[in-house]
């Protein structure tokens, strides 16, 4: 797999800046010699000098090696310069150098933030390899933080979207509410049916008036009737006073029928009549009573299904469906879901008294992965989860619980079978690249840190890598 080139948003010619806090002479002088062709390299020797660079140049990627004075053999000063850089700058991409002994010191630094580690004595190859991903890693975050930066301050009526398929529901709804049209709405449970509705309501005519929202499938079939229509007093046991229905209190409002689908057939008569003739009775009643309300249904069911097999009306499909609006699962709208997923985070956060700043590479990957089975309702309850359970100050798969989707399936002897079939993928990338973790990781698409965790977990020994030839 080849290496991602190192980006150039910059005028041609123009080096992209990298900072590099050693104190140790020798290695600043290899690093210098190693990468003047490639970036424009500032030096510091202490955590002082380092965040005044950092202040000035503004450089996308740093290396710190750990050890700094005035206590070069511990690492506290290093900690504490790279606590500083991120909060000064939280997309910033920190590269720790560490020796072989303390790796220990270098996942901890991946927890507390920094994009990867590197051991000493510093191979080039290997340094140049992880400065072009983490470029263009850099380059990555950072137009995407620039894109939900203005997005996120233009929701379209609450909702979040830049994927083609959502910008033709936005579309739809502008067009649709400026006409008193019947609306079925479909999509998956999850998809945000309900902020559909409430959208086209907000930009009609009738905005003035009340929003009504009833689930046909959540109140029992006895009670449902009452609920929609209401009741005179008197009606039935324990009707001791009069009560007007759903339909009834949204007059000169909007009325959602939420799936509408588990409506019952004797029900679907009674609505139907109400839909032509924009009257209905109470339960008990005789008099019929005008109602101006403009109707809205949404479903997550087949209703042509559910036609054919005799469970909804067809003229009564045909009445609701004047202008319908799919609704995409999550899964099919491109680009979104790292554009909610950050846009959750922010805002749970906000809630709370935790800073977090942002996901960690593999979070973001597994959340553009993942099928999203219950859509944008589960994004906003892992997103919320992970904002109560995160520890460190990136997200991580385990704190939304995806790290594995899959595991409440899995049995013993699959989960042996799935380490088995890693164990030889991670085996035979260290063989093609001659033992090179930094090669086996990018032909694997995974990071470093991610392979040193799977090698520690499969029980796969770390060789050196094989010396080339002639050397």
């Not at 990627?61 to 939280?90: H, I, K, N, Y």
């Not at 709804?173 to 959208?199: C, F, M, N, Q, Y």
């Not at 689930?215 to 009707?239: K, Q, V, Y």
């Not at 469906?321 to 999550?330: D, E």
Request: proline share 6%.
């Amino acid at each position: 797999m080849s290496e991602p080139p190192i980006p150039h948003p910059l005028p041609p010619g123009v080096r992209p800046k990298l900072l590099i806090v050693e104190d140790d002479a020798a290695i600043r002088t290899q690093m210098k010699w190693a990468l003047a062709q490639d970036y424009e390299a500032f030096f510091a020797e202490d955590r002082k000098t380092a965040m005044q660079l950092l202040s000035r140049e503004q450089p996308a990627v740093v290396t710190l090696d750990l050890g700094l004075p005035p206590r070069a053999q511990e690492v506290e000063e290093g900690f504490r310069t790279l606590a500083e850089m991120l909060e000064q700058d939280a997309l910033l991409k920190v590269i720790v150098m560490t020796g072989q002994t303390a790796k220990e010191h270098a996942l901890k630094a991946i927890g507390q933030g920094a994009y990867d580690f590197l051991c000493k004595p510093i191979q080039v190859d290997e340094i140049r390899v992880i400065l072009q991903r983490a470029y263009y890693v850099s380059q990555l975050e950072r137009e995407h933080h620039e894109l939900n930066r203005r997005l996120c301050g233009e929701p379209f009526e609450g909702m979040l979207g830049t994927s083609p398929q959502m910008q033709e529901v936005f579309t739809a709804i502008r067009k649709v509410a400026a006409s008193d049209a019947p609306v079925l709405i479909r999509g998956e449970s999850g998809t945000g049916k309900e902020l559909v509705a409430r959208s086209i309501h907000r930009q009609s005519a009738r905005n003035k008036g009340p929003f009504v929202a009833i689930n046909c499938g959540a109140i029992p079939e006895a009670l449902l009737e009452s609920e929609l229509f209401g009741h005179e007093r008197g009606a039935f046991t324990g009707a001791h006073t009069q009560r007007k229905g759903r339909i009834e209190t949204a007059q000169g409002g909007t009325l959602l029928l939420d799936e509408i689908g588990e409506l019952p057939l004797q029900l679907q008569v009674k609505l139907l009549r109400f839909l032509q003739e924009h009257r209905i009775e109470r339960v008990g009643g005789r008099e019929g009573i005008g109602v101006d309300v403009r109707v809205i249904a949404a479903t997550n069911t087949d209703l042509q299904r559910a036609m054919a097999e005799g469970s909804f009306r067809e003229d009564l499909y045909y009445r609701l469906r004047v202008v319908v609006i799919a609704v995409p699962p999550l899964r099919e709208r491109e680009g979104d879901i790292l554009l909610l997923a950050t846009a959750l985070l922010q805002g749970y956060t906000a809630e709370g008294r935790k800073k977090f700043m942002g996901f960690t590479t593999q979070a973001l990957r597994t959340l553009e992965t993942y099928s999203w089975p219950g859509n944008v309702r589960e994004l906003e309850n892992r997103i919320k989860r992970a904002v109560i359970m995160a520890e460190g100050p990136h997200v991580t798969p385990a704190d939304l619980e995806l790290a594995s989707p899959n595991a409440r399936h899995e049995g013993p002897r699959l989960r042996e079978a799935r380490d088995a079939l890693d164990r030889d993928l991670i085996q035979r990338a260290l063989a093609r690249n001659k033992s090179k973790v930094t090669q086996a990781a990018a032909d694997l698409g995974v990071s470093r840190p991610t392979l040193y965790e799977l090698m520690e977990k499969l029980g796969i020994a770390r060789r050196q890598p094989e010396e080339s030839k002639g050397s």
